[in-house]
């Protein structure tokens, strides 16, 4: 079944750290995008990509890096998590046969300590 | 600079009744999408409904409705007969018709929904 995954759902994780924050669609979506979310807050778009070897950064500022070398795979790093990165980080795919509409993964709630 | 507005941070509403849930926005744009999107609690976001700027015709989705009024910046959604399973955030989000495919949300309303 074609859908979007992300791993972890969950991170505890000290200050100072590198994480990595991974997704992954079996959709065959050419677009990706990252989300921020605060709780109970809307979604800020931090960064997207239209398809292999391309990234842009979206309207939210974020310290974190993405990459897109694969068309199924678009993962995010912080290279060194702090406090204020805690957040919930969703991710998306678009681009089908609906192009407007984007799926959205569950969700990694990252807490920084 | 587009904005989404929803001027309802909770809204409650008994099983079996119908709930309109407000979303506005602002945009100079003549082409674009606009969406509604449920997150349940702890839950995936899923897409519940949306609606072409070009199309008059409001879009319906089996219990969801929405009343899509162009001239007046306005998107609501209709609930008829809800649901427990209804209990949710609802985002309302706008998208430009460009290549960017950027979504604006609305900072959402919590919808609960008794027994």
């Known amino acids: 079944e074609a859908d979007i995954y992300q791993t972890p759902r969950y991170l505890v994780i000290g200050t100072g750290k590198k994480i990595t924050l991974e997704c992954s669609q079996t959709?065959?979506?050419?677009?990706m995008y990252w989300y921020q979310q605060d709780p109970g807050m809307e979604l800020h778009l931090i960064h997207y990509?239209?398809?292999?070897?391309?990234?842009e950064k979206g309207d939210l500022s974020s310290e974190s890096t993405v990459s897109r070398i694969r068309t199924e795979h678009f993962p995010l790093t912080l290279e060194s998590a702090r406090p204020s990165h805690t957040s919930q980080y969703l991710c998306?795919?678009?681009?089908?046969?609906?192009?407007?509409?984007?799926?959205f993964g569950p969700g990694t709630r990252l807490t920084v300590l | 600079a587009q904005t989404v507005t929803q001027s309802q941070p909770e809204m409650s509403v008994q099983e079996a009744e119908t709930v309109t849930l407000s979303c506005t926005y602002d945009?100079?744009?003549?082409?674009?999408?606009l969406f509604w999107y449920k997150q349940p609690p702890s839950r995936q976001m899923i897409l519940v409904i949306r609606q072409e700027a070009y199309k008059q015709q409001n879009a319906t989705e089996n219990r969801f409705s929405v009343n899509f009024q162009k001239a007046a910046k306005s998107f609501s959604l209709k609930i008829s007969d809800s649901q427990l399973g209804d209990t949710a955030m609802y985002f309302c989000a706008f998208m430009k018709e460009d290549n960017t495919d950027k979504l604006i949300f609305g900072t959402g309303t919590r919808l609960q929904v008794f027994p």
């Open positions: 945009t100079s744009e003549n082409n674009y999408y």
């Open positions: 990509s239209y398809g292999v070897n391309s990234t």
């Open positions: 959709m065959g979506h050419d677009k």
């Open positions: 998306a795919s678009g681009g089908g046969i609906l192009t407007d509409t984007q799926y």
